[in-house]
């Protein structure tokens, strides 16, 4: 799908009355976002209110998910690549696309039998990727297992290793990608984005890798404030309860974990925005907007020298 904001024509359009009795939803909202067809009014509504918060105008804040799914991309290849993982847990359902295919296509190019487990809690989206993705329980080659989880309940790993006839095997590494995700954790009587995390890496075997991304309130004040206004908007509709987190809290979410340096242009090892995480060619055209969405790589266990 070539992203072209404002100019797709929505797939979905209930009558005003229906779209107001529709939940926000985190995939929906992306999707408006980055000027797709699978949403409603209301969330092309509240992507309006986003983009006039945020820099670059209108047209830019569809790259903070565009390069968020670029890099989701680049890492997964490096992995197979260059570590032995072929087991990734994806968080939500890649209900959006970017550059065409769903992320357990380019996965298996590369490696046939690689197994992608998407976990996804919103049950809309669960039911279509269940009857789009989900393959049949056989051989490991091509597998893709979509299963109902909690993506923002610390516990959702362990629970995933007891679900029947998911592929994931006690004491072998897996990747797990948190991307586009982390912002629009729901509001919770207890615990905080990064006891998200914790639990997380607490469950993942040595060996294993974490790609994450979350959306930034830059340092400067007059982007602060930019970050501030959308996530009032975002907030106000249920999706997340602190949307743009600053720098320091997001690199908190890796906790102990050592992050792989994100490009060769640097050796510092912390998150950077989606677009500068190991680029595919030189740099491209910067944009303000990119500072508003960062993204990591890092291991649990001994470093590897991959990066």
Known sequence: MHVASGAA????IPSEHLAHHEDYSRARFIDALVGGKDHYELDRELAGKVRRALPDGADA????????RRFQ??????????????????????????DGDPLHDRIHRTRPDAAVIYAEPEPVIL????????????????????????????GFLRELYETPHVPLYSG???????????????????????????????????????????????EEPHRAKAAQRAGEELAAQGLGTRPFL?????????????????????????????????????????????????AGLARKGKPTPIA
């Open 9 to 12: 024509v929505p797939r979905l």
């Open 61 to 68: 804040a569809g790259r903070l998910f565009v390069e968020d």
């Open 73 to 98: 991309l680049r890492v997964c290849e490096m992995m197979l690549r260059r570590t032995p993982v072929t087991t990734f847990v994806v968080c939500g359902a890649d209900q959006w696309s970017v």
């Open 127 to 154: 039911a279509h990727a269940l009857g789009v993705y989900d393959t049949a329980i056989n051989a490991r080659s091509s597998m893709v297992r979509v299963v109902e989880a909690d993506i923002y309940d610390p």
């Open 172 to 218: 072998e590494p897996i990747a797990v990608l948190h991307c586009a995700t982390l912002p629009f954790a729901p509001a919770r009587e207890e615990g905080t984005t990064a006891d998200i995390t914790t639990g997380l890496i607490d469950t993942l075997p040595d060996g294993s890798f974490l790609a994450l991304t979350h959306l930034c309130a830059p």
């Open 246 to 294: 600053p720098r320091k809290d997001i690199e908190a979410l890796f906790g102990d974990l050592e992050l792989f340096v994100p490009n060769a242009l640097t050796q510092s090892r912390e998150p950077v925005p989606c677009s500068e995480w190991y680029p595919p060619g030189p740099f491209r055209e910067r944009y303000a907007i990119d500072q508003f969405n960062l």
